[in-house]
């Protein structure tokens, strides 16, 4: 009997459990029906047209890719979702994936080379940083476009979300180790311009000159990779942006649609009434908010009575801040109720807090004025003392 090999990794150790059976290499699924399908041997002749449901491999497919997402195996998840890009080619998430372990692996992969080489006799700098800073910047930042492009194609907006957010955490997160990577280059380049410069050249105004011009080109290196890697970040905060604002139109333009076909549908007896309702609710919101800041002024009227001895400036300026606030809230409300004469007793407590702060400033100024004349008068006693003993 042929035995059965999994599609997702060719693993042949698969285990029958409650009803289906599981590859204990990647954990793949399969029904019985389809490990049966997978034991036929010899071939199968089909005429006419022949559909194939791909979806129960995807699925596994997704799972394992996923998987090894998750538990950061890159080699793994680059596998699969190279495989996965194949079979669905126009889904965000391989796309994105496929681009991003690629990146990943070649940072991993690379090896530091020697930052300086020898030509005619003096020491130059060979501008080798580790190769895979580049590669993975240009897989990740080349991929973006039609990454995004593919997430706007997206109808469901928590689902658009959600991928949205992963992009930005995953790309977020490699800027932060690339920006580590790029400093700690820059750091080793800059140790072994030192070490070989020293080694190389006698003279020390020259040796000096050698550095300098080797320092800032390695330092223009670092600031251009840093600049890639800022460029990265930017495309994807702006397409994230561009995403959020089409939402935001599409939901308000959906809502001016709905809006437009329920007053339609309304006789003009229940627009009037609608509208009615509208202003009962505009009036109720507007009451509810001038209670809440009339509320406000009250516990703070109560707190500033108790603070009255205060002697601390930014404990006036916390104050006033307070009522400033505040008088700016009932402002709005224009001559609505009480609101005109609220705000006039929150301004009234601003200028009690100016006052009391230009009075303790003043103090503090008479007191820092008698400590600085007793210190002269101090050092000039010393200074009379000392030519009298002398």
Same mark, same amino acid.
């Given at each position: 009997?042929?035995?059965?090999?999994?599609?997702?990794?060719? &693993?042949?150790?698969? @285990?029958?459990?409650? &009803?289906?059976?599981?590859?204990?290499?990647?954990?793949?699924?399969?029904? @019985?029906?389809?490990?049966?399908?997978?034991?036929?041997?010899?071939?199968?002749?089909?005429?006419?047209?022949?559909?194939?449901?791909?979806?129960?491999?995807?699925?596994?497919?997704?799972?394992?890719?996923?998987?090894?997402?998750?538990?950061?195996?890159?080699?793994?998840?680059?596998?699969?979702?190279?495989?996965?890009?194949?079979?669905?080619?126009?889904?965000?998430?391989?796309?994105?994936?496929?681009?991003?372990?690629?990146?990943?692996?070649?940072?991993?992969?690379?090896?530091?080379?020697?930052?300086?080489?020898?030509?005619?006799?003096?020491?130059?700098?060979? %501008?080798?940083?580790?190769?895979?800073?580049?590669?993975?910047?240009?897989?990740?930042?080349?991929?973006? *476009?039609?990454?995004?492009?593919?997430?706007? *194609?997206?109808?469901?907006?928590?689902?658009?979300?959600?991928?949205?957010?992963?992009?930005?955490?995953?790309?977020?997160?490699?800027?932060?180790? #690339?920006?580590?990577?790029?400093?700690?280059?820059?750091?080793?380049?800059?140790?072994?311009?030192?070490?070989?410069?020293?080694?190389?050249?006698?003279?020390? #105004?020259?040796?000096?000159?050698?550095?300098?011009?080797? &320092?800032?080109?390695?330092?223009?290196?670092?600031?251009?990779?840093?600049?890639?890697?800022?460029?990265?970040?930017?495309?994807?905060?702006?397409?994230?942006?561009?995403?959020?604002?089409?939402?935001?139109?599409?939901? %308000?333009?959906?809502?001016?649609?709905?809006?437009?076909?329920?007053?339609?549908?309304?006789?003009?007896?229940?627009?009037?009434?609608?509208?009615?309702?509208?202003?009962?609710?505009?009036?109720?919101?507007?009451?509810?908010?001038?209670?809440?800041?009339?509320?406000?002024?009250?516990?703070?009227?109560?707190?500033?009575?108790?603070?009255?001895?205060?002697?601390?400036?930014?404990?006036?300026?916390?104050?006033?801040?307070?009522?400033?606030?505040?008088?700016?809230?009932?402002?709005?409300? &224009?001559?609505?109720? *009480?609101?005109?004469?609220?705000?006039?007793?929150?301004?009234?407590?601003?200028?009690?807090?100016?006052?009391?702060?230009?009075?303790?400033?003043?103090?503090?100024?008479?007191?820092?004025?008698?400590?600085?004349?007793?210190?002269?008068?101090?050092?000039?006693?010393?200074?009379?003392?000392?030519?009298?003993?002398?």
């Amino acid at each position: 009997m042929k035995r059965i090999t999994c599609e997702m990794c060719g &693993g042949t150790d698969l @285990v029958k459990k409650e &009803g289906t059976f599981e590859c204990q290499s990647c954990g793949s699924k399969y029904s @019985v029906e389809e490990a049966r399908k997978m034991m036929v041997e010899g071939t199968v002749e089909v005429t006419g047209k022949v559909t194939v449901d791909n979806s129960a491999k995807l699925d596994n497919l997704y799972k394992v890719a996923r998987r090894a997402h998750e538990d950061g195996n890159t080699v793994q998840a680059a596998k699969y979702y190279e495989q996965l890009q194949l079979e669905d080619p126009d889904n965000w998430e391989t796309n994105f994936y496929t681009a991003y372990y690629s990146g990943i692996n070649s940072l991993k992969n690379d090896n530091p080379g020697s930052s300086v080489r020898f030509s005619g006799g003096k020491v130059n700098l060979s %501008y080798n940083y580790r190769s895979g800073i580049s590669s993975c910047i240009r897989a990740i930042y080349n991929s973006l *476009d039609t990454v995004f492009s593919l997430i706007e *194609d997206i109808q469901d907006y928590d689902e658009q979300k959600a991928a949205i957010n992963a992009v930005e955490e995953d790309v977020m997160y490699i800027s932060s180790s #690339l920006m580590d990577i790029i400093e700690g280059e820059h750091q080793r380049m800059k140790s072994e311009i030192s070490h070989f410069v020293d080694e190389t050249e006698d003279n020390v #105004l020259f040796s000096a000159m050698t550095k300098s011009t080797m &320092g800032g080109k390695n330092n223009n290196i670092r600031d251009d990779y840093r600049q890639d890697v800022s460029s990265m970040v930017s495309l994807v905060k702006k397409r994230k942006n561009r995403i959020e604002e089409i939402e935001t139109n599409r939901r %308000y333009e959906e809502e001016k649609r709905r809006e437009k076909e329920y007053w339609d549908s309304l006789s003009e007896e229940a627009r009037q009434e609608v509208l009615r309702k509208r202003e009962e609710e505009v009036q109720r919101k507007r009451e509810e908010e001038y209670y809440n800041a009339v509320k406000e002024l009250d516990e703070g009227l109560k707190q500033f009575e108790n603070a009255k001895d205060m002697s601390s400036v930014s404990e006036y300026e916390k104050i006033q801040r307070f009522y400033s606030t505040l008088a700016n809230k009932f402002d709005t409300f &224009g001559n609505f109720k *009480d609101a005109m004469e609220m705000s006039k007793k929150c301004h009234s407590k601003i200028n009690f807090c100016m006052q009391e702060k230009e009075k303790i400033e003043a103090k503090i100024g008479k007191t820092n004025l008698w400590i600085l004349l007793i210190f002269i008068l101090t050092i000039v006693f010393f200074a009379i003392l000392f030519s009298i003993i002398s």
